[in-house]
């Protein structure tokens, strides 16, 4: 109930803080940017006072650049999702940040010039947009090198922002814009179909379905992506031409890849680290509120130092290949460390293996067994006690081998907890849900081997599949207890007080499913860090 009370608490009162901007702060609205087909897109822009010249933050995104905080009698009228996606812990933001935006009053008191647009179809922009397609990069290109080059520009330009502020930032950087330095995306997931429409090949029919509504309200657009999920329920060739060649990104980056954000945004960052072309990147990691972090007093100052070395060109050291966040619970930060690589390179990666009586043991079972659960109605558990401190930091996977009783394919669902005394112990997750798992996955069976291709079982057939776990960070103490479920329907339930609201994937079809363990059979591959 004090869970329930929390979230009613912050529905009526946002821990957010607005504080007026300047009277002396130079904004230009509505500037007009011309685009290389005619097309006129439009920027608020933030400058500091002289002449300048000065560096620039650029961001971009379909939400509209004039949805700021509003001045009521009654306070600050803020964005909605403050209400619903309750944050853990307060923050501060001006009164003319946008929706997941940088805060131009900050940005500018640290002498930078600060560009917030209106993509193609938004706001008060000119066109017809689609979104995260390459026609919108080269909108951003155009953008990047129209900022780059007026005359308070000094001719090194950056991008900044959460969620699709950091979407759009993945495109136009792999296009090689000369005037754009460094990224800084903030949590932004890398592949459409994979980290967000379809994770697994399980339809995610909850939060997308909300934000498509919302953005075709705020934006005209030529391209419906609920529809297009329709069309092609398997990750082909259209889902691919709307995926970023991150191996292409150059420029620096630092990156906000979260552990809490699992059900959006984290795996897509992780990827982003692992696969950008780039020298020099870095990851931001934390298990806290997306918001609350990111205009965070310490979230600010590895943003303005990143920038101040690759925009100012000050002699600042590089960030760290990775800052790690350890956590033991949600409010319970146990460490904060510099890692050089990601996973770190001292894992000592273990097999806890499936057995009798529900249990995870690091010696593979000698007799085969199975467990049987209806894949609509049921979820089966299995537990490890730790017998001392262990830190597991790093991504967690599967490796199942299942058969299906009455039907030929099936959604299945897996996730990680932590117990301690008997206790659930809650964690920080997507959607401002504070009693997320340590880490989750799904998986579509028919999709086992690729997303691009079905393959049903076949009656009676038992096969191995493997099933990737988001990334965490967790330190349990001896005597806790590490629990993993697997189910044919989403772990968490669907409601405002005590549920993941607006997480919703669709359910498995009604029919059951058998675990099989044994010698070489399933097991839960998890990554400790030795002490």
Not at 29 to 47: C, E, K, P, Q, S
Not at 84 to 99: D, K, L, R, V, Y
Not at 144 to 150: C, R, Y
Not at 231 to 242: A, F, G, K, N
């Amino acid at each position: 109930m004090a869970y329930a009370r929390r979230r009613i608490r912050t529905f009526l009162r946002p821990p957010v803080i607005v504080v007026p901007a300047p009277d002396d702060l130079l904004k230009d609205h509505d500037v007009a940017v011309r685009m290389r087909d005619g097309v006129t897109l439009r920027v608020n822009l933030y400058r500091p006072p002289g002449q300048g010249p000065f560096p620039v933050i650029v961001s971009v995104h379909p939400y509209g650049k004039d949805a700021l905080p509003r001045r009521t009698r009654r306070g600050w009228r803020l964005n909605f999702q403050f209400r619903i996606m309750n944050q853990p812990a307060p923050f501060q933001i001006s009164s003319e940040t946008g929706w997941e935006a940088p805060d131009p009053v900050a940005w500018v008191a640290r002498g930078y010039a600060v560009i917030n647009a209106d993509a193609r179809g938004a706001g008060t922009s000119d066109g017809t947009g689609s979104l995260l397609s390459d026609d919108e990069a080269r909108d951003t290109y155009d953008l990047i090198e129209w900022a780059g080059t007026q005359p308070w520009s000094n001719g090194r330009v950056g991008m900044l922002g959460v969620s699709y502020l950091a979407l759009s930032q993945y495109k136009s950087a792999a296009l090689h814009p000369p005037h754009l330095a460094a990224i800084c995306p903030w949590e932004g997931f890398t592949d459409a179909y994979r980290d967000f429409m379809t994770p697994g090949g399980v339809p995610e029919r909850g939060f997308s379905v909300i934000w498509q509504t919302l953005t075709r309200r705020v934006a005209r657009l030529s391209v419906d992506i609920g529809e297009q999920r329709r069309r092609h329920p398997l990750r082909d060739s259209w889902w691919q031409s709307i995926t970023p060649d991150l191996a292409r990104i150059e420029v620096p980056i630092l990156a906000c890849a979260s552990f809490s954000d699992h059900n959006l945004h984290s795996q897509g960052s992780w990827r982003l680290i692992e696969q950008a072309g780039s020298a020099e990147r870095s990851a931001y990691t934390h298990r806290g509120g997306k918001w609350a972090v990111f205009y965070s007093e310490d979230a600010q100052r590895a943003q303005t130092a990143f920038f101040d070395r690759h925009l100012r060109n000050l002699d600042v050291p590089a960030p760290p290949r990775v800052r790690l966040e350890v956590r033991e619970r949600r409010d319970a930060v146990v460490a904060v460390r510099a890692e050089n690589e990601w996973p770190l390179g001292r894992t000592r990666w273990t097999a806890l293996h499936l057995g009798d009586h529900g249990t995870l043991v690091e010696s593979a079972p000698v007799a085969a067994g199975t467990a049987t659960f209806r894949l609509r109605r049921q979820a089966i558990a299995f537990s490890h006690r730790f017998d001392r401190d262990v830190e597991l930091t790093g991504p967690m996977s599967l490796r199942l081998r299942v058969s299906l009783d009455g039907i030929d394919d099936a959604h299945l669902f897996v996730g990680v907890e932590k117990w301690s005394d008997g206790q659930y112990v809650p964690f920080e997750g997507s959607y401002g849900y504070g009693r997320d798992r340590i880490a989750d996955g799904r998986l579509r069976l028919a999709l086992r081997d690729s997303l691009d291709a079905l393959k049903p079982l076949c009656a009676g057939e038992v096969v191995d599949t493997d099933i990737a776990l988001s990334a965490s960070s967790t330190l349990f103490r001896a005597g806790d207890e590490l629990r993993l479920l697997i189910a044919g329907r989403y772990l968490e339930p669907f409601n405002l007080l005590f549920g993941h609201l607006p997480a919703r994937y669709t359910p498995s079809r009604r029919g059951s499913a058998v675990v099989h363990w044994g010698p070489g059979a399933s097991a839960l591959t998890v990554p400790v860090i030795p002490g």
